[in-house]
């Protein structure tokens, strides 16, 4: 089932296979997030967050780190400014451009 959903995610274009081998070992194949697959990273994260509060009760098993300067990698809601309070958020009609 696994394979069948990760070959699905290759032929959508979300994930590309890339063959590696480790000394010793077969070649197997590698998954990386394409550039469409990227664009759900914000999607997949906030699943993740939400899942490590209200399922595993704040305990998350993985948590996410910047490869560089090793902080915490969290996903937040913004505005330009800065402001954050989610109970503030409106849909608003674009205007016709």
Known sequence: MLTDRLNRLVEL???RTVPYQEPGHRVRNEYRMTRKGVGLLPLMMA???WG???VNAGNA???LFDK?????VKLELRTDSGHVEPNEIIPR???AR
């Open 13 to 15: 274009g979300v994930i």
């Open 47 to 49: 699943l993740m967050q």
């Open 52 to 54: 490590d509060e209200h």
């Open 61 to 63: 098993p993985v948590a």
């Open 68 to 72: 560089t300067t090793g902080e915490r």
């Open 93 to 95: 009609e674009l205007d």
